[in-house]
Structures are given as C-alpha cells and as structure tokens.
C-alpha cells in the first residue's frame, strides 16, 4: 500500500512541478528594479550634470551641441551605446515615461521615485524645448552616427561632427513633429499639478508641433537623410499623426482633436492596421489603445463607429500577444516575444506596457477581452506582462538577467561608449577616436563603470545570448526599452490599490520621502433607495479631494445599480448641479443615457460613472426606463 502510493506521488512529481513552476523562483524586487531603470537615464544624460546627479562617473558633455547653427542644444539623451542625439527615439521616450506616470504615478509615489522620473522626462523635454526654437524648425539630429561610430569614445573626449539637422516648411518631417508633439502633450499632463506653468509651456509648443507636422507633411528622414540608416521611418508619418491628436485631446480635451481622430482613422490607416508590433517607428498599436480607452470612458460621441474600429484592432494587438488571436507574435522556447534579432528587447517592453494598461482599462470597464480563442479576463494580459519582466528579470532559460545590476548573473560587456571606458573623473586623460576600440572596445573584460538599470537588447530566438562588447545586436541598450518599462514595474511593485485607470488624472507631486500610507477615509454614501416603484438605486460616493489654485475638488463615483429580474434599457438619467465634468455616460440634450459601449443593463448588474467639481454630489436622479 504504501509502496503503491509512493509510485502515484512519483508519477505525479511532473505535473506537481508545473502546477508550482510560477513559484520555484523567488519572486523579484520590482520596486528596486524600478529604482534602478530609472537611474539609467542619468547615465544617458548629454550637457551639463547637475549638482544631484546620481550616476556619478559621467561628467558633462556636447557642450558646444548647436552652437554651429546659432541655436543652443545642450543637454538631451544619447540614444543608446553611442553618442548621437536622435530626436524621433528621443521624443518616444519621453512619450513612454510620462505615459507610465500618468497611468502609475501614484504607485512610483509610494516607492519615492517619482520624483526621479519626472526628473528624468523634464530632462527630455527642456532639450525639446530647446530644438522647437519658431514654430515650424525642430531639430531633429545631433551629430552624425557615421563620424560617431567610426570612433570609439567617451561622451567627454568627443570630437566627432556636432552638425545639428533640422526639419522646416521646405524639409518637412510628419513623424519627428507628431512624436515630438505627443511627447510635449504626455509631459505637460505629468507635470500640470506640480509644474502648472511648465506644463501650460509644453502643450503650447505640443500644440504648435502638431500643426506644423500635419500642415506640412513628409517623412523626417528624407529630409535628415543622415538618419536613414539608424532610424528610418518604415510606417510613415500617419501613425504620428493620430499618435499625436490622442496626446493632444488627452492633454486638453479640446474636441478638435477626438474629432481629427474619427475623421481620419480609415484613411490614415488607425482603423485598417492589425499590428503585432509597436516602437519607436510604428505608433498604431498605441494609438488603438487610446481610442479604446477614450471608447470606455463614454468620450466617442459621434465618432463611436470609427472609434469601435480602433478598438478591434487593439484587441487583436492584444490577443495576439497571448496567443489567442487569429495572428500571434513569435516567441522564443522560454516565452520571450520575439520580433527580430536587433535589439529585440524594445518590443517585448513596448507590448509589455499596452498589455499592462489594457488590462487595468478592461477592469475598471468592467470588460473582457474578445479574441478569437473566446473571451480573456484582463488579469490574463497583466499576467503575461509580468511573465516578460520576470524572464527580463532573469527567470529565463540562461538565468540571466538582462538588466544592467540587477541580480547577480547581468551583462558585463555592455556595447556603450560611457560604460566601457574609464570616468573620465578616475582618468582624464584624453582617449582619442580610434584609440578606444584598440584600448577599451576590444577589452575582454568587465566594464570599468556597471550601466545600472540598462535594458540591454537580449536573446535571440532560441534563447541564447553572448555577452561581449561587440556583439551589439544583443548587449546594446537603449532608451525606449526602458521607458515603456517604468510604468510595468510601477504596477507591479505597487499593485492596482482599486485604483480606476479610466478615471481623469492627477498625476500627484513628486514627494522623494517614502511616507507610510494614513489610512484611506471612509467614503461618504449618498444612496438613493430602491422601492416597487423604482428598481434603480444610485449610490454617489467621494473618492478623492484636492486643492488647485485655492480650491477644492472633489471627485465622485456614481453606481447605478439594476435591481429588478429583468434587463434594464433605455435608462435617461437627470443630473442637475453638475459644475465640471463627467466620465461614463453619453449625454442627449439634457439627459444622460447608457454610455455608446452598452445598450442595456442585465439585473443585478451595476455601471459606474465619475465627475469632477468643487462642490457637494450633483444631484442625480432616474427620468425614465424600460424593463424587458
């Protein structure tokens, strides 16, 4: 007998194994490895450093950057392992940082990071600022990635070509403005509480940038040619333009821009693109995902068809990550995406995050995912997110981690000038162009200065992965692989906390003192009873209260709630001493009905919607209602 059930537990041991494969590791430090992510992009910084500079083996550097072309274009990040500014790459990473404070700035809050990361995309934005000199030039280059990769240097000795390239009425460039412009949007939402001055500056120029790329339309690389080889614009400018308009109508509400995304959706290809990728090039993934979220959030209006369009094809973005769609994305035999052998780690970073934010707009929507394979529940996607940091993280076929100083088992011949070669505050002595690669490239040995919290480009499609410097493909890392990562780490260190990503945002101020958390207060419910009469309760309840400028305000959650047997439609609400506004329902002359998204309430099911004012709950009411 016991010989017998000793044999079931032994046949058992495999399925035992992958029952509890998700628990055999550890388990990470996200909120460290967001901390560490975060510290890369000092390491990154072009100009003068300041005094609070963490990453302290860099000094300042391209200080004479625009001073041929009589415009001043110090400071900026380098891109990756090189030395050159490219403003497209630039500009989406400044658009991926603010987008993942907008959605988990909160959460980076309660870690003490999130002054950090504003930090890190003020950087960003002041060098932006900087290139937009009149309203229709943007810089869009400095130095020239030819010169700078002939030489191997520090950032310091450089004396590679600084020309400075731009784009004007005569040599447009779509892409680089529209980018530019969503990044100056997404930044100015960031920086609205704490920086309102600053903030009210990015979205003028964010306003001016996209005039100027949808006015004068073309391709930034035929225009910078000496781009064409390092970042080519493959999809075009149409992406950007959309890309752009969602920024802007997220930053301002102004409808000029929800209505420029309904109207040109079909024809610039919002609508038509099913994508199984997004970066640094290719924006509609990203831009499908804000239409859908503008779609939960009641914002389409008249423009619900089109916008239900972008929807699909987010939703297809987002099963074929998973597996699930009628199309699905490659992945290597340890689950990795993978999409090509350069700098593969871009794209799983990039997807990772859209994946991240559907799942939390899909569970304050109440919705699920409708794939091919059947309907997803949004934890699905969040899941499969944290399954690509963890591999990045170092849960993986090699054990490695393929963050700079994270864990034990990291690259340690990253392909970056900075790193490789000595500070420049240890050695001062002047290390020529060639001389680098004779000294310092072609070293076997560990970097003398670690690149803590780089994403390096990662495995190839089998998993495997060679740590030397000159196998750039695999150890480079880069900006945009970072910054998309900021707000997945965020979410996963901090949690969700109940928080509602369709809610408006209010990106808190930075605070760097890690504060232990009072005690929420208990919110006041204002519920209207159900009688035989009226099968609809309404409970109003204050989530949140905040001081602008003198005043307060408040913002409530409203639950409507079916309580009959049968299915609720044809619902007019009345609300009365409204003073702001409201998320979660389509408005008809003086009443407000079921949001475009939802046609009926089944019994016992409730819909929420939100708004904002500086006064007590607005008066909220039922005009009328069929029960079928």
């Not at 306003?207 to 100027?212: A, S």
């Amino acid at each position: 007998m016991y010989m017998e059930k000793l044999m079931r537990l032994i046949e058992m041991t495999p399925l035992l194994l992958l029952l509890f494969l998700p628990f055999v590791f550890a388990g990470h430090d996200y909120n460290q490895a967001l901390s560490k992510s975060i510290l890369f992009f000092e390491a990154q910084r072009s100009g003068y450093l300041p005094h609070n500079q963490r990453v302290t083996w860099r000094a300042n550097s391209g200080l004479n950057d625009g001073k041929a072309s009589g415009v001043d274009l110090v400071g900026g990040y380098y891109d990756a392992g090189d030395n050159v500014k490219f403003g497209l790459p630039m500009a989406f990473t400044i658009t991926m940082m603010s987008w993942s404070i907008i959605e988990y700035g909160k959460q980076m809050g309660a870690n003490g990071e999130l002054g950090h990361a504003m930090e890190a995309i003020k950087w960003g934005t002041d060098y932006l600022i900087k290139a937009h000199p009149e309203p229709y030039v943007l810089y869009g280059e400095v130095g020239d990635g030819n010169s700078d990769h002939y030489c191997w240097q520090r950032p310091e000795d450089m004396t590679t070509d600084r020309h400075a390239y731009k784009i004007d009425p005569s040599n447009p460039g779509s892409d680089l403005a529209g980018e530019t412009a969503a990044a100056m949007a997404a930044a100015s939402i960031v920086f609205r509480r704490s920086n309102p001055a600053y903030s009210t500056e990015l979205l003028r120029h964010a306003y001016q940038l996209f005039e100027f790329a949808d006015k004068y339309r073309g391709k930034y690389d035929s225009s910078i040619t000496v781009a064409q080889k390092y970042y080519r614009s493959i999809s075009g400018y149409n992406d950007e333009l959309l890309w752009a308009a969602a920024w802007l109508y997220q930053a301002s509400n102004n409808e000029y821009y929800l209505n420029y995304l309904g109207k040109n959706g079909d024809s610039m290809g919002g609508t038509g693109w099913a994508m199984t990728e997004f970066g640094w090039d290719v924006k509609y993934a990203g831009v499908q995902t804000l239409v859908a979220k503008f779609l939960m959030q009641g914002k389409a209006g008249l423009h619900a068809p089109v916008f239900e369009r972008y929807h699909q094809k987010a939703e297809y973005f987002m099963c074929s990550l998973i597996g699930k769609g009628g199309r699905n994305i490659q992945k290597t035999p340890g689950g990795l995406i993978f999409r090509q052998r350069w700098n593969n780690m871009q794209f799983v970073t990039s997807a990772s995050f859209l994946a991240t934010v559907y799942s939390d707009y899909l569970a304050s929507s109440r919705g699920s995912l409708k794939c091919a394979a059947g309907n997803v529940a949004p934890s699905e996607l969040l899941s499969f997110a944290k399954s690509q940091v963890d591999y990045i993280l170092g849960d993986n076929p090699r054990a490695t981690s393929y963050m700079v100083g994270y864990g034990n088992n990291f690259p340690r011949q990253v392909h970056h000038r900075a790193s490789s070669i000595v500070s420049f505050k240890v050695d001062p002595k002047f290390v020529a162009c060639r001389q680098g690669y004779a000294t310092w490239y072609s070293r076997k040995a560990s970097d003398p200065n670690v690149l803590t919290g780089a994403i390096v480009g990662g495995p190839d499609a089998y998993d495997n992965f060679a740590d030397e410097r000159d196998n750039y493909e695999q150890t480079e890392p880069a900006t945009y692989n970072n910054a998309p990562l900021l707000g997945i780490l965020a979410r996963l260190g901090g949690g969700h906390g109940g928080y509602n990503q369709l809610l408006p945002v209010v990106v808190p101020a930075p605070n760097p003192v890690v504060a232990k958390p009072k005690p929420a207060p208990k919110p006041k419910f204002t519920p209207t009873p159900a009688t035989s009469s009226n099968p609809i309760t309404i409970e109003q309840k204050m989530t949140t209260s905040w001081n602008a400028k003198g005043k307060t305000y408040c913002r409530y959650s409203t639950i409507v709630t079916n309580k009959s047997y049968k299915t609720l439609k044809d619902l007019k609400l009345s609300i009365s001493k409204l003073y702001g506004p409201l998320w979660g329902l389509s408005k008809s002359g003086n009443s407000y009905g079921f949001p475009t998204w939802l046609n009926s309430l089944p019994a016992g099911k409730s819909i929420e919607f939100v708004y904002i004012h500086s006064t007590s709950p607005a008066d909220v009411s039922v005009s009328s209602y069929n029960l079928a």
